[in-house]
């Protein structure tokens, strides 16, 4: 999994709780898809395990992530 120097210094020490294989399921499994102005792709899946929808941040190559976080406001 690739990630960005912000994801791993700041990201993971806020969110220790994240985890990889929920990481790669949003990302192989989106139920939603949105561009960033900024080139960043946003990408949604529910995780059973957390409850709640997690949005993962990618960089333009859609793999390399850069944020992740429960997405609390997310509606279908």
Sequence with gaps: ???????????????????????????????????????RIRFWAFIEELGKYLRVVTESDGKTIHNAFPDRRFTL
Aim: net charge negative.
């Design 1 to 39: 999994m690739k990630t960005t120097d912000y994801f791993i210094n700041s990201v993971m020490i806020r969110r220790p709780y994240l985890k990889e294989e929920w990481l790669e399921y949003v990302l192989n499994n989106p139920i939603h898809r949105e561009f960033q102005d900024n080139g």
